[in-house]
């Protein structure tokens, strides 16, 4: 049965599909959350060294006014002073050591600096820093650690969720991925040493992988070809939205343990999601489990207002009639269903598709790498850090709007190399521009990851049209999977600035630019239908049909 002949019935996008679309949204906002927590769960709060005799012993303050006196640090341009956080000023001499001062005055201090073996914390703030001292260089391996375990975690997951979806469904893995998300990240937030602490990250990110690429398929796979753009992007919407409420959280609470269980203890009640969401239609059809969809396309008729034609109801009853409710024909039916293992093996067999999959791969990892990169150190920009945060994720709705636009209006193929384009060349002129000229460098920063952003946008929904469906969401977890790789290298991007300061930035212009050079060698897939065999994917770039000419910028005459 052809499922987008359905939907020209049924609606491509109507009441049963709106309402099924904003359930499976909701859990994007919580996987998105949990994806970026540990920004702040593991970031670096502002600290010093414990000054002996000038602290109070009990509940030392940060902010003193003796403290530029007796602790290394530097002066910005607006005066304003910020110590070293493991070194202090040598006393004196061994006799002012034993005098408690109570205001410290600078000649208690020599100029020959110390470490430290005690800190003084910024009370705003309450990272894993403080409750198992995470200090100075020696350790930061193990707060980057943190950020390398949770990609690990998601390139573990990613490729087995998707698997599992194409085999038992897509619903009863989603709701899996989501449970199992919340209640690692739980045990996160309860875990009494680092090590713990660790294995949850990576087991939550394990969850965190299924959420996002699940919803994704399930929202591709409910609605009809002209839909399926806005699909992929009001999912976005939410994820960007999820990204900057962990900022607004660890903003407000101040506190990791409070930001881990705000983005892991609700996320318990999508159990219930079990009774209420359907299973995608299409997988069910690919399975051959053809009576399971008709109920399910019965109830979407019905909700959206609209009666089914004789044609596809006589579909529905002679299926009925060939199945009966026992295991044997069950049995029977799963039989019938199309192998995975045997699509795998034809796909491997074509050259076409296996040029666009190298491709894919190097534009996957490259978006991984270049978005999560820019998301990661808009932390170390100027200002206030969570603000800072916030924008550059809230960034991306704009982002998903103009690639929804671009998507419509030029096609997948141009949306995705311009992108790109833009991305590389922002960055690499961001990594020349004067850093005096705040202004500029914070510009071009928010505009390569505009550009990242629709790139990143365009690229799910691009995919996923040119993956036939019975492997469709192993392909697309395969490629997510991927991606990971190049995540998990963007943590420690920023120490190539320590010896080349704008080395990151140039490197990530660079790869995003010869990413969208080779996007020009996909075929369009805008109003095509979406491919359910090897064939079909194959044929997508053999016939340039009218629409696609039409959505090049440059129109034959």
């Not at 906002?29 to 002996?52: D, E, H, K, Q, W």
């Not at 992108?419 to 961001?430: A, K, P, R, V």
């Not at 020349?432 to 790139?455: E, H, Q, R, Y």
Request: aromatic share 12%.
């Amino acid at each position: 049965m052809d499922f987008d002949r359905v939907l020209d019935e049924i609606g491509e996008f109507g009441k049963f599909q709106l309402t099924n679309y904003l359930l499976i949204c909701l859990p994007v906002f919580f996987g998105a959350a949990n994806s970026l927590s540990y920004v702040f769960t593991a970031g670096v709060p502002n600290y010093r060294c414990y000054v002996p005799n000038c602290d109070d012993p009990l509940d030392p303050n940060y902010d003193e006014p003796w403290v530029q006196h007796a602790v290394p640090g530097k002066v910005d341009s607006h005066g304003v002073f910020t110590p070293e956080q493991c070194q202090v000023y040598k006393a004196e001499n061994e006799t002012i050591k034993r005098i408690t001062w109570e205001e410290c005055p600078p000649e208690r201090f020599s100029s020959e600096s110390e470490e430290c073996n005690r800190w003084v914390y910024d009370r705003s703030e309450r990272t894993i820093v403080q409750d198992w001292s995470i200090t100075c260089m020696d350790n930061h391996w193990k707060l980057s650690l943190v950020g390398t375990m949770h990609f690990l975690g998601i390139v573990s997951g990613s490729f087995i969720f998707g698997i599992l979806a194409d085999k038992y469904g897509r619903k009863i893995v989603f709701i899996l991925s989501i449970l199992f998300m919340s209640l690692t990240g739980i045990g996160q937030a309860c875990a009494g040493d680092y090590i713990t602490f660790l294995v949850f990250a990576f087991l939550n990110a394990v969850g965190t992988s299924g959420v996002y690429p699940l919803a994704f398929i399930l929202g591709v796979e409910m609605v009809g070809k002209s839909k399926r753009e806005m699909s992929g992007n009001v999912l976005n919407y939410f994820y960007a939205l999820g990204e900057a409420a962990v900022g607004l959280v660890a903003w407000l609470s101040g506190s990791w343990v409070t930001v881990q269980l705000a983005v892991s203890a609700p996320p318990l009640l999508f159990a219930l999601y079990y009774w209420i969401v359907p299973e995608s239609v299409r997988w069910l059809l690919a399975k051959k489990h053809t009576h399971k969809a008709g109920r399910i396309i019965k109830r979407a008729a019905k909700i959206n207002g609209v009666v089914l034609s004789e044609s596809i109801l006589a579909t529905f009853d002679e299926s009925d009639n060939e199945l009966s409710d026992s295991k044997d024909g069950i049995m029977e039916e799963t039989d019938k269903a199309p192998s995975q293992v045997a699509a795998m093996k034809e796909a491997l067999k074509s050259k076409t598709l296996m040029i666009r999959f190298a491709i894919l791969i190097y534009n996957w990892i490259t978006n991984a790498f270049v978005y999560y990169g820019l998301s990661l150190n808009s932390t170390s920009l100027s200002g206030n850090k969570y603000l800072n945060y916030a924008l550059v994720c809230l960034i991306e709705i704009p982002g998903y709007t103009l690639a929804w636009i671009a998507m419509n209006k030029v096609g997948r193929r141009w949306s995705l190399g311009v992108s790109l384009l833009l991305c590389g060349f922002t960055c690499i002129l961001g990594g020349f521009i004067d850093a005096d000229l705040t202004w500029a460098v914070v510009t071009l920063f928010l505009i390569g990851k505009l550009g990242i952003t629709i790139s990143f946008s365009v690229l799910y929904t691009y995919s996923a049209e040119m993956i036939p469906t019975v492997i469709r969401s192993g392909g697309v977890g395969a490629l997510s999977t991927m991606a990971r790789f190049g995540a998990m290298l963007a943590p420690f991007v920023p120490l190539l600035g320590l010896y080349v300061k704008p080395l990151p930035l140039i490197l990530f212009g660079i790869l995003s630019f010869f990413g969208g050079v080779t996007a020009f060698f996909f075929p369009e897939t805008l109003r095509k239908k979406l491919p359910d065999t090897v064939e079909e994917a194959e044929n997508l770039g053999k016939v340039a049909t009218d629409i696609e000419l039409q959505s090049s910028p440059f129109k034959q005459s």
